[in-house]
């Protein structure tokens, strides 16, 4: 997909927007008539989805090619930077969808891949095929193990060691440090998404950074505890979409409407993953370091109690006070 190669899910022809070209949608499609499937949170901002459809920003809906959808205006479409600059976009109609379920598996992949969630749909073999059940796999949690240990002494902790974790079809490496020396009691647990921006560039947009590095402190003033270092950037959009949100806060939009534009959802993250590491380092009580509910409950749905909800909150700064204020007010952050 990323390379501009089509794919097919259960007979569903797709060819990604983002990485398609004159050429390859003309091999692709050399009649013109391949429809395109964008995600519901897209589609509210088209004004195709209804309320209920847009209230689950990642179901498929199905837009119908009109004559004049060439591979700008389709782009135009699925990349909402672009709404600015192309104002008098449509009219578009919304199609049924024959296979939600393949094509959901789609939107699914399309965010696994870091694409925008859109796709030109056509009939007819390609070389690579799949099944929703490969893209449930390659997500799976309970696939992940636990490959090697070594120690590692940081800043903040020389008493840590590092443990890596990988599934068979994900390239994605999750990270574990574990910092001090057991001592029967539960670990103070910190998950931590990956932030390439915060924690190694050192932006001010967000409280990445300083949040990494106070959990690492905290942890070790504790006397025993874990740091889960999850490869889920920009809520598990990556990098580059999570970016893509970055250039529409530039244009007004929160954080929570940046991600639904692009056609995504708010929290696209599975702390399922962080569940699973903790289990395979033999700890399912555990007091978690957040201001997040959400991942109380991603753990202790996947079998991991948390005894203690430990706040975890940084003094803000004059670039990530809206950001925060956003968390609070509308992702259930208790600060």
Same mark, same amino acid.
């Given at each position: 997909?990323?390379?501009?190669?089509?794919?097919?899910?259960?007979?569903?022809?797709?060819?990604?927007?983002?990485?398609?070209?004159?050429?390859?949608?003309?091999?692709?499609?050399?009649?013109?008539?391949?429809?395109?499937?964008?995600?519901?949170?897209?589609?509210?901002? $088209?004004?195709? &989805?209804?309320?209920? %459809?847009?209230? #689950? /920003? +990642?179901?498929?809906? @199905?837009?119908? =090619? *009109?004559?004049?959808?060439?591979?700008?205006?389709?782009t135009a479409l699925a990349d909402p930077q672009l709404d600015l600059a192309t104002p008098l976009k449509g009219p578009y109609r919304a199609l049924p969808l024959g296979d939600p379920t393949s094509a959901g598996a789609a939107l699914r992949l399309a965010r696994i891949a870091g694409l925008?969630?859109?796709?030109?749909?056509?009939?007819?073999?390609?070389?690579?095929? $799949?099944?929703? &059940?490969?893209?449930? %796999?390659?997500? #799976? /949690? +309970?696939?992940?193990? @636990?490959?090697? =240990? *070594?120690?590692?002494?940081?800043?903040?902790?020389?008493?840590a060691e590092i443990a890596a974790f990988r599934s068979p079809e994900s390239a994605?490496?999750?990270?574990?440090?574990?910092?001090g020396t057991p001592n029967g009691q539960p670990p103070l647990v910190r998950l931590h998404s990956e932030c390439l921006t915060g924690d190694v560039l050192g932006s001010l947009k967000c409280d990445c950074g300083p949040q990494l590095q106070a959990a690492v402190r905290a942890i070790a003033e504790?006397?025993?505890?874990?740091?889960?270092? @999850?490869?889920?950037e920009g809520r598990g959009i990556g990098l580059v979409n999570k970016l893509r949100a970055y250039a529409l806060q530039d244009q007004g939009f929160d954080t929570v409407d940046a991600n639904t534009r692009l056609g995504f959802a708010v929290d696209a993250r599975d702390f399922g993953v962080a569940a699973r590491m903790l289990k395979l380092l033999g700890q399912d009580r555990v007091r978690l370091l957040t201001n997040n509910p959400a991942k109380v409950a991603g753990l202790e749905t996947k079998g991991v109690t948390v005894i203690e909800r430990v706040p975890h909150h940084l003094p803000p700064n004059p670039h990530n006070e809206r950001y925060l204020a956003t968390k609070r007010d509308r992702t259930g952050h208790q600060f």
């Open positions: 997909m990323r390379r501009g190669w089509p794919i097919a899910i259960d007979g569903l022809s797709l060819l990604a927007v983002e990485t398609a070209d004159p050429e390859r949608l003309a091999a692709f499609d050399g009649e013109g008539r391949a429809d395109i499937l964008i995600s519901s949170g897209r589609a509210a901002t $088209l004004k195709l &989805a209804n309320q209920l %459809a847009a209230a #689950d /920003p +990642d179901s498929p809906v @199905l837009v119908e =090619r *009109a004559p004049w959808i060439d591979l700008p205006a389709a925008l969630p859109a796709f030109f749909v056509n009939e007819g073999a390609v070389e690579v095929a $799949l099944t929703p &059940a490969d893209v449930d %796999a390659h997500e #799976d /949690p +309970d696939r992940l193990t @636990l490959s090697v =240990r *070594a120690r590692l002494p940081v800043d903040g902790a020389e008493d994605d490496e999750h990270i574990a440090l574990l910092i504790s006397g025993w505890g874990v740091l889960l270092y @999850l490869r889920q």
